[in-house]
């Protein structure tokens, strides 16, 4: 190349730069000198803006040039300047309350306001307006800020003032807890497509971690029926220009005004009962097209959202070629919890939007792109690229934990950490288990808690059942891991002495898990029933639910992901089984002269052997395909995200004679559909699982062969959406066919929360049925209602069959 061109190049290139370092800045005020905290500043007839700070401050890079610039805040008056901007320049702009004018209003015969004209229009072009961008791509910037402002000196034992001074708080055990900016290209293709690309990232306190904002959680568009916030709230949220708002709000006219030529109508919508999933707070519809020109509403506890006490969400749009497109949005919210309070927001602000891009074949298979060194750009980039200037609150929260990071990244500190992790306390030792941690070797150890690994049955007496687990990250930059285990079990009445190990190791795309030993084990392989609370019923009730048999055993299972939804998995298996007879006679108390049963399920009455010692080699294949390839890409690997289809499955298992000896001779081919929260908008969501099977061959098998089924007989049941209220433990598992079905809906407070003092509590309502038949047990069913406080349930089921398979009982639960 000619040193001349060159030259010419590379100064182009570094005047180019320079150009784009003109800034237009100031500070946004109302007309008494206060800050109007995140107005919009945006460049007239484009989408390149930027938004002002909490404190009103605003920073605009641009190129050198005139400009006409719009500032605009929801409840203020629009204010416009024409601008040559040939360096950086300082604008103060101060905006006006806007007056908003009650013109020529009438009230119609019913006495009804002028808002529900307004209204029924914006609701009759809802879903036009809901499909008129058939595709977009978009530049977002989004931070997102959050406050501890009070904390309890110390919870559940620990020190909160220790964790305080690490993570950077003040004395008091106040300050951020988490400051991120991240900036993304976001593409969305009609009908709820969406692809978004992390382009940069910023944590404060950490050079490693990435962001957690992200543009797809920003995406709410009051065009759909209802806004669906898992966790936020139990029930949807209406909009107030759903189908059916009139139901659920009341509107009144504050006036109209015209901003930036077209007329735009305040409007104050205020649920019509104070307990509905509601908002509150006034929207913007703009005249004859009754587009939402903005919004600004919130939600209180009242409306019996989770974990905070308010959430208020601003949003403003802009027109862009004859459709209005999001500008920017904005959630706050403030709560508390167990002497915990906090505040936060995330602001989003979008810019250069294109409206006929063009989409490479299946992009919108990968919803999120995160880049390996998206969190590599250096101050003086993001100085540069914000268009929200940091308060001076926020500068220093990083400036502080800058330092902090160097430092927790260290050796020492991580030493430092795993020092005062690694304690060993009674508590640990009894209640949780012992968490060894190695951070800088990004190691894990697990040694369990004595009270699930002291245990009391039947069969083996008092019994020692203790293991350990290891953990070990494969590398920085997977999700990879490596895995080993260990457990003995002694029985001190039968003297059986047994030990296990496994280890799990990456293998290319897949998991190879090898194991072997011996072991006391459940004769249901869906172990219905704790071990420990099988401990308790036998020690204080006498009932000894829970039956065991020795198995001997090698197995090596290679699982994965194929491709997109479907995933396999293959097992090969020798086991020598041995029946177990009960050795201990022992209880606390013998209520309503209860007596135990046999170690045999089917023949309680006698200890006779329920199978011959045996001994089995078998392969089984398990596939399932949920027919989604919709995936999030991380600097660690891929997570591959829920299906809105249900999960289909197949299993195959064969087993196989004369192979290491093995008695065995059968084929069982099962399916299964399920799906698992299929939202039925206000009136809850439901959940199924149906499954079939049959046995193609049976001729040598054994009991732990059977098909078995989750069942339940005492007050505390496993759950889990394929598992029965009151079928016995072992008696209807089946060597021929069967099929099973499972339907539950939660309500989600469809019907409590229009019942005082009770809505308070927050309960969802639960309708369970069940379904199985057997050639051995014929159309049996189970009706089942309950109600669940976050996870905990209680349930009342009831059966109908015949004879003593007609049982009614309450059942407490955890719902994962």
Same mark, same amino acid.
């Given at each position: ?118 209204? /029924? ?58 400051? &991120?900016?991240?900036? &993304? ?21 950490? @050079? ?15 065009? !759909? ?74 939600? #209180? ?62 992009? *919108? @298979? ?29 500068? %220093? !929260? ?24 690694? #304690? ?14 190695? /951070? ?11 009270? #699930? ?11 020692? %059942? ?6 070990? /990250? ?63 019923? =036998? ?38 089984? /041995? ?47 949920? *027919?989604?390839?919709?995936?999030? =890409? ?28 093995? !008695? ?11 799906? =698992? !929260? ?21 001729? &040598? ?16 049941? @496993? ?32 019907? #409590? ?47 109908? @069959? ?13 719902? *994962?």
């Amino acid at each position: 190349m000619k040193p001349a061109l060159l030259f010419v190049l590379v100064f182009g290139v570094y005047f180019s730069a320079f150009a784009q370092q003109v800034s237009l800045s100031g500070k946004v005020t109302d007309d008494k000198g206060n800050p109007v905290p995140f107005a919009s500043i945006y460049i007239k007839n484009t989408t390149k803006g930027a938004s002002a700070n909490s404190e009103g401050d605003y920073l605009l890079k641009l190129q050198p040039g005139q400009y006409e610039v719009q500032y605009k805040a929801l409840g203020y008056r629009p204010e416009s300047r024409k601008i040559d901007l040939k360096t950086s320049l300082v604008v103060n702009v101060t905006l006006s309350t806007e007056v908003y004018e009650l013109k020529d209003v009438s009230i119609n015969a019913k006495g009804e306001d002028p808002a529900y004209v307004i209204i /029924r229009k914006a609701i009759k072009k809802r879903k036009a307006h809901l499909s008129e961008v058939k595709a977009y791509t978009a530049y977002v910037y989004i931070k997102g800020l959050q406050k501890l402002l009070a904390a309890p000196k110390k919870f559940m034992g620990a020190d909160i003032n220790q964790l305080g001074r690490e993570i950077g708080l003040d004395s008091n055990r106040r300050g951020i807890i988490y400051l &991120s900016e991240s900036e &993304s290209k976001v593409s969305y293709q009609y009908p709820g497509q969406l692809h978004e690309e992390m382009l940069s990232s910023k944590f404060s306190g950490s @050079n490693k971690m990435f962001s957690f904002n992200r543009a797809s959680d920003a995406q709410v568009n009051f065009y !759909d029926n209802y806004q669906s916030w898992q966790g936020l709230s139990n029930r949807p949220l209406m909009s107030p220009v759903c189908d059916n708002a009139l139901f659920y709000y009341k509107y009144k006219l504050m006036g109209t005004s015209t901003e930036n030529g077209v007329v735009v109508n305040k409007i104050r919508v205020t649920p019509r009962r104070d307990h509905d999933p509601c908002f509150d707070g006034y929207i913007y519809i703009v005249d004859e097209s009754w587009h939402i020109y903005a919004l600004d509403l919130y939600i #209180t506890s009242r409306a019996n959202i989770n974990f905070v006490d308010t959430v208020r969400i601003n949003q403003q749009f802009m027109p862009v070629d004859k459709v209005w497109v999001q500008a920017s949005n904005k959630f706050e919210f403030i709560g508390g919890l167990l002497g915990f309070k906090l505040k936060g927001y995330f602001i989003s602000v979008y810019k250069d939007y294109d409206l006929n891009p063009v989409f490479k074949k299946r992009e *919108f @298979n990968e919803v999120l792109h995160i880049p390996q060194k998206v969190n590599k750009n250096d101050t003086a980039f993001w100085n540069k690229e914000r268009p929200i200037p940091l308060t001076n609150e926020e500068t %220093n !929260d990083y400036q502080k934990k800058e330092k902090l990071a160097i430092k927790r990244e260290s050796k020492p500190y991580l030493d430092s950490l795993d020092k005062a992790t690694n #304690t060993i306390k009674p508590s640990n030792l009894l209640l949780t288990g012992v968490n060894i941690i190695n /951070r800088y070797k990004r190691e894990y150890y697990h040694f369990d808690p004595l009270i #699930t690994s002291v245990l009391f049955n039947t069969v083996e007496g008092p019994t020692l %059942n203790y293991g350990f687990t290891y953990r070990k /990250r494969a590398d920085t930059t997977s999700g990879k891991f490596v895995g080993f285990g260990a457990k003995v079990r002694y029985g001190f009445s039968d003297h059986l002495f047994d030990a296990n190990a496994n280890a799990t190791l990456p293998v290319g795309d897949f998991y190879l898990n090898l194991a072997g030993g011996s072991d006391v084990i459940d004769l249901n392989n869906h172990n219905p029933i704790s071990p420990l609370i099988n401990s308790i019923y =036998t020690l204080f009730e006498r009932e000894n639910y829970e039956k065991l048999y020795q198995k001997k055993f090698a197995a090596a299972t290679l699982s994965g992901r194929i491709t997109g939804g479907w995933q396999a998995s293959a097992t090969l298996e020798w086991a020598d089984r /041995r029946w177990l007879p009960n050795t201990n006679n022992f209880s606390f108390f013998s209520p309503n002269n209860h007596q135990f049963t046999s170690n045999n399920p089917l023949i309680p009455g006698q200890d006779i052997p329920l199978f011959p010692e045996n001994q089995s080699f078998k392969f089984i294949f398990r596939t399932t395909y949920d *027919f989604s390839n919709k995936y999030e =890409t991380y600097p660690f690997g891929k997570r591959y995200l829920p299906s809105a289809y249900p999960t289909i499955g197949l299993t195959y298992t064969k087993g196989i004679k004369n192979i290491f000896g093995s !008695d065995v001779n059968y084929d069982l081919l099962t399916a299964d559909i399920t799906k =698992t !929260d299929i939202s039925m908008g206000v009136y809850g969501r439901s959940s199924f699982y149906i499954g079939a099977g049959k046995f193609l061959n049976s001729n &040598s098998l054994y009991y732990p062969d059977y098909k078995q089924f989750t069942g339940s007989e005492i007050l505390f049941s @496993n759950g889990g959406i394929n598992s029965f209220l009151l079928l016995d433990y072992y008696r209807f598992s089946t060597y021929t066919e069967y099929i099973e079905a499972h339907l539950e809906h939660n309500f989600s407070g469809f019907i #409590t929360n229009k019942i005082p003092l009770i809505r308070k509590l927050k309960l969802q309502e639960i309708v369970d049925f069940n379904y199985l038949s057997t050639p051995q047990l014929k159309n049996y069913y189970e009706l089942g209602f309950g109600l669940q406080y976050l996870n905990f349930r209680i349930m009342y089921g009831t059966s109908f @069959n015949s004879g003593s398979n007609i049982k009614n009982g309450v059942r407490l639960g955890i719902n *994962f």
